[in-house]
């Protein structure tokens, strides 16, 4: 598959070889940020047969016509291994190269286990977020750890398939892959096992060449939003008539927040 093309989309690819990270969640709340800013957004859901991005968006387009309102959605295509396209990966490309000369980004949430639509994912990605939780238990995709001794063995299976990756984009003349790895669902509690992810994905950060965002919290509100296909940005529109809380603020803080180190280097 040819990578020589002419693009205009910025590709942000959202992904963890493991489910439950929320992906989606950040997925949707990136993809309503840029909108609101007045980019022309086209999301993705590689993994259309759970669909919980494609869900989302149909809440939201749901909430719109039963509240007569118009709330920005991103032109949004489901992929699943199902389904006839999402069985072809040169079509899958063609979609994706389309939509790259339309749109000023592109953002693709994917399965949370290893197939050929996930690796797909990643072959156009200019920035990659992986969300992870202050769990010691998801440090294993990205490294071997010994939790006794402290040291850091060798790469998680996840991490071995991002250095994949980026040997792949360097081959199409593509040397750089802007990676944050994103603390998500992070306890509002401080406790041993938050304090030790974060060390370690500090040291891991070094190793691997990542940026480190540690600044997304657990918050219900996610859940609820969800159901309406709403997200934090939108609570301050005067036709929602919802109350911003302390906590809402700093949600809405913490997703710009993750949004900067993305613009902040790029590497286009």
Do not use: C
Not at 103 to 117: C, R, S, V
Request: hydrophobic content about 35%; glycine content about 6%; charged content about 30%.
């Amino acid at each position: 598959m040819s990578e020589n093309r002419t693009k205009k989309a910025h590709i942000i690819v959202v992904s963890n070889e493991k489910g439950g990270t929320g992906k989606s969640t950040i997925s949707m709340h990136l993809a309503t940020l840029l909108l609101y800013e007045g980019y022309n957004v086209a999301t993705i859901d590689m993994d259309g047969r759970q669909g919980t991005f494609t869900k989302y968006i149909e809440n939201r387009k749901k909430y719109n016509q039963k509240s007569y309102i118009n709330l920005p959605i991103s032109y949004h295509l489901s992929f699943s291994i199902d389904d006839e396209d999402g069985s072809n990966p040169e079509l899958i490309g063609r979609h994706i190269k389309d939509l790259a000369k339309k749109y000023d980004a592109i953002i693709i949430d994917t399965p949370g286990t290893k197939n050929y639509l996930f690796d797909e994912a990643h072959k156009y990605a200019d920035t990659l977020i992986t969300p992870i939780s202050d769990s010691l238990l998801d440090l294993n995709v990205m490294a071997d750890i010994d939790f006794n001794t402290k040291k850091i063995g060798k790469p998680g299976h996840y991490a071995n398939h991002i250095w994949d990756v980026k040997k792949y984009l360097a081959a199409r003349n593509k040397p750089y892959l802007n990676w944050v790895v994103a603390g998500n669902r992070i306890s509002s509690f401080n406790s041993k096992n938050k304090t030790k992810v974060m060390e370690y994905l500090e040291r891991l950060s070094k190793l691997y060449g990542f940026k480190l965002f540690f600044g997304i919290k657990d918050r219900a509100i996610y859940k609820e939003l969800f159901l309406d296909g709403l997200t934090i940005l939108d609570m301050n529109n005067d036709r929602l008539k919802m109350k911003m809380s302390i906590s809402h603020i700093a949600a809405k803080r913490e997703i710009r927040k993750l949004a900067e180190l993305i613009s902040a280097d790029s590497g286009e």
